[in-house]
């Protein structure tokens, strides 16, 4: 990572030296009582050179939030990405990229195949109900998958 210029993580991160799609942590905090926070750059696409659509990164937000609960304990929060590349993951606790990686796999791998109704997709649920995509969902999650098995689990960045 280049000098610290920013407050941001990954406004400091090199998009041109990355290749996606990777798991990278992008921070580690540690609160007043001892609890540790990490974050972590989910990335799908390369950035600047490809990116999700709306309703495909909409879709795959809320079935991977929804399904990761299930597979681990402590997520925080799982958030797109406003440059449409991927998402920011927080979890309470330390865990390393390749544990992420094997987590949000089980997850991509049942999207990848997904045929059942996207969960909170009402107008009393979604602030954007109808902007969703699930067969780009799918293709991104499928995608996401291959080339992580592909690169392995080791290589991330």
Not at 69 to 75: F, I, Y
Request: glycine share 8%; aromatic share 12%; net charge negative.
């Amino acid at each position: 990572m280049a000098e610290k210029k920013y407050n941001v993580d990954s406004f400091n991160l090199d998009h041109t030296k990355v290749t996606a799609p990777f798991v990278r942590q992008a921070g580690k905090k540690v609160g007043p009582k001892g609890d540790i926070v990490t974050k972590f750059d989910i990335r799908f696409c390369q950035p600047n050179k490809e990116f999700m659509t709306t309703g495909a990164i909409h879709t795959l937000e809320h079935l991977m939030a929804e399904y990761i609960r299930d597979e681990m304990q402590g997520v925080i929060d799982l958030s797109p990405m406003g440059c449409r590349t991927g998402f920011y993951f927080t979890v309470f606790g330390e865990y390393s990229e390749e544990e992420i990686a094997e987590h949000l796999m089980r997850v991509l791998e049942k999207v990848a195949v997904w045929d059942k109704p996207i969960p909170a997709t009402t107008e009393q649920e979604c602030g954007n109900y109808r902007d969703h995509d699930l067969e780009g969902a799918k293709h991104y999650a499928k995608m996401w998958c291959d080339q992580i098995k592909s690169k392995g689990y080791s290589a991330f960045i």
